[in-house]
């Protein structure tokens, strides 16, 4: 932070006005349920992207991202689409802010973020939720979580092209400190659960990047909205244990277990809430390690780095569950830990090693608190 505000002062001549954050996150459980209308638990986390910056009057915005090295700017009544570089989300994002009425003043800031870049911990929903915050602040906006996140979304789908669901921006709108959160999808109702007591959550980050995931990604939406229409619903949400059970034959195989995968998770965030409600580590961990097989065999996300690093995790006698987390094909999983400071060094260091001798790759392990969504910093 010091480094933030020296940096644009350095730059800009005097102090930022403020400064504003908008999180990354990892979700625990509810994986590709969020474009099914279905459930998810997330938390937002202690890694996000911080913008240092003073109003402008003359409808102008220009950012300086340190982590990019570079400054760029565009005019508010002069949008337009240029290469998809970082800049392109704050665009994209003041572009979704007037689409929906809202007249919007400009700024100058300076950008910095601890969230790593493609490793699945939703970066660009850190961007879009901090510069949303910007120009909330400077333009006298209300900062209402579920229109920021909707809007953060349209960004991500029609300005940046990619058709992602509404997890990401809403948990990075709406994080609470010191839980997940349970957001159903559809009505962007949110619910604060708690960890379980003296556990925490470690990212294990594989350290591969995800590749191609677009087309996968749009291949398995495209499936889940086939069954969904196969059983006359307007989303797998809508499709029951039971339902699914008594109808699955009819299914083509692939889009059976496409559907087999959303029907069971949407059942274990709920189980998952339950759990966390009673405290029972056991039982969360159980259902994360479901999840984990459900993602592997039968949505067929996973990859081998991300098997690799779940189950050593596993075997670990501190963990109680271990799951990719994501949208999947490399990126990063995480654990519930048994949270003993002085063995959590233990989890940590036995991951990395066997992770290592198991695939030639350096993991980075990331013990992580949940923090709230985006916001003006104190
Ligand atoms: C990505 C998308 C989210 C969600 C997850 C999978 O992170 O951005 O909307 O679909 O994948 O759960």
Known sequence: MPHLTDTFTTQFGSPPALVVRGPGRVNLIGEHTDYNDGFVMPMAIDRAVRIALRPRSDKRVVVTSLDMGETAEFAL????????????????VAWALQQHGYALEGWEGVMVGDVPIGAG?????AVEMAAARAFAAVSNL????????????????????????????????AGQADHALLIDCRTLETTAVPLPPHTCAVILDTSTRRGLVDSAYNERRAQCETAAAHFGVAA?????????????????????????HVVGENGRVW????????????ELGRLMNASHASLRDDFEVSSPALNAIVEIAQQHPLCWGARMTGAGFGGCAVALVAQQPDQLADFVQTVQTAYHAATQLTP???????????????
Request: aromatic residues 6%.
């Open 77 to 92: 009544d002069h949008l337009h689409h240029n290469q998809p570089t970082w800049i392109e989300y704050i665009k994209g």
């Open 236 to 260: 797998l949400r809508d499709v029951s244990w039971e339902l699914f059970e008594a109808r699955a034959g009819e299914l083509d195989e692939v889009v059976r277990r496409r559907a087999r």
């Open 271 to 282: 189980q998952a809430q339950q759990a966390m409600l009673a405290g029972d580590a056991a």
């Open 121 to 125: 911990l939703s970066s660009s929903a």
């Open 142 to 173: 209300p900062w209402e979580p579920a229109t920021m996140a909707r809007l953060g979304q349209i960004t991500e789908n029609r300005w940046m092209g990619v058709n992602s669901g509404i997890m990401d921006q809403m948990i990075s709108a």
């Open 364 to 378: 980075n392990l990331y013990i992580c608190r949940a923090t709230a969504g985006a916001s003006v910093e104190p």
